[in-house]
């Protein structure tokens, strides 16, 4: 039942171990997918395994309309990596970019000899290394719990050996029963104290009403944490990793005397779990009551438009998509490194931008400005939007009280 992390881990059992692993990622292309995409998927499901702990020596990529029942990959791919596996020792573990059942997930071990884990474990794997507080420590156990108990049956090897209709009914199945019902209780334990903390946290909320609320949003690892230190002028935890805030971050600012509230939130991902997301519902929220969005977008990754539609489609998940919302494309210093001739003149490169710029607006609808946390170049340009945006919302809430700003 090794699924690559253990529920209500310590700490330091969390996450894979501490000497990086070597692993193989595995996707799979189906229909109405090219070879390109499931590259470029690969790509971030490596850099989601060297955020656990893992580097990847190498990759499978498999055709098919539709997943093998058995083994996802059907059993010639799984032989070719098996005998892989076998001449190269060192590797400990198979990483799929989609979710496996129980089933494949036990018939894969049994193969392959070594742990097999899925997208979403992985996530689940990372959010249970980066949880700090009580909340996002509870929040990972109930998704971890949500994910594990549908995958019960095909995760119990020993029942392996009573297959077949009557003998079922044996003390095995007893175990099975027993296991759920402890998974399930544990869960609405868990779902209790949730609750109990969500009550906190509005009534908190509750204290703040009076201010425009500002949230960043964003795929994970776009910048959002360094742009908050920069606005806010404080120290909120960055790094060059995917998900490096789980936790909402909450700070007053004022720009020009006019006091709000700036709120970093968890970074979106594609295929994001579904019991993760129903998790993190609460510390969401944040997102969901907020007045104005900033979504921040890394310009300088290839994929920054699949990034942009994915935030756009969890936004309207958690409607809150009918909102205010800037897009800050940040990291355009990364970008010029990465796309732009040596001797290319400044002329040219800003005719490029004001096209970049014109197109990407077009194309998704929302006024735009490109920035720099590092080099802090257009913070103030940034500042200045936020400005007219957050003035806009005070006097539409609040005519009547007339301020100043």
């Not at 791919?77 to 005998?83: R, V």
């Amino acid at each position: 039942m090794d699924q690559g992390w253990n529920v209500g881990a310590s700490s330091e059992q969390k996450g894979l171990a501490a000497a990086p692993e070597k692993v193989i990622l595995v996707g799979l292309i189906q229909r109405d997918q090219t070879e390109q995409e499931i590259s470029e998927y690969l790509d971030e499901l490596e850099f989601l395994a060297l955020t656990a702990g893992a580097i990847a020596v190498k990759r499978y990529t498999q055709k098919m309309s539709t997943p093998d029942s058995r083994t996802f990959i059907g059993k010639g791919k799984a032989e070719e990596i098996g005998a892989y596996i076998e001449s190269h020792e060192d590797i400990t573990a198979v990483i799929f970019d989609d979710d496996l059942t129980g089933k494949q997930t036990n018939i894969l071990e049994e193969e392959l000899k070594v742990k097999i884990i899925d997208r979403s474990s992985l996530i689940l794997d990372i959010f249970a290394s980066r949880a700090q507080t009580a909340q996002a420590k509870t929040q990972v156990e109930l998704a971890q719990l949500q994910y594990l108990l549908p995958r019960l049956r095909g995760l119990w090897t020993h029942l392996e050996r009573q297959r077949g209709g009557i003998g079922m009914r044996g003390p095995g199945e007893k175990e099975i029963e027993t296991d759920r019902r402890i998974v399930r209780d544990k869960i609405a334990l868990l779902k209790k104290k949730l609750e109990k903390i969500d009550l906190q946290d509005v009534t908190r909320r509750k204290t703040r009403d009076q201010l425009i609320r500002v949230a960043l949003v964003g795929y994970t690892n776009v910048g959002k944490s360094t742009i908050m230190n920069l606005l806010s002028k404080s120290e909120v935890f960055a790094e060059d990793k995917l998900f490096a805030t789980l936790d909402t971050t909450v700070r007053k600012v004022a720009f020009d005397r006019m006091p709000f509230l700036l709120s970093d939130t968890v970074g979106f991902i594609r295929k994001l779990p579904h019991h993760l997301v129903e998790s993190f519902k609460s510390t969401l929220d944040e997102v969901r009551e907020s007045d104005i969005l900033l979504h921040v977008v890394d310009i300088a990754h290839p994929q920054h438009e699949d990034q942009i539609r994915t935030v756009t489609q969890t936004l309207k998940e958690l409607e809150a998509i009918d909102k205010p919302i800037l897009m800050v494309f940040n990291k355009i210093d990364l970008y010029r490194e990465r796309n732009y001739d040596l001797y290319l003149e400044e002329e040219a490169k800003g005719e490029i931008e004001v096209g970049l710029k014109e197109r990407l607006e077009g194309q998704f609808g929302y006024e735009s400005v490109f920035v720099s946390a590092v080099t802090k170049e257009n913070i103030d340009a940034l500042r200045e939007k936020m400005i007219e945006l957050i003035q806009q919302e005070y006097h539409r809430r609040y005519p009547y009280l007339a301020k100043q700003w």
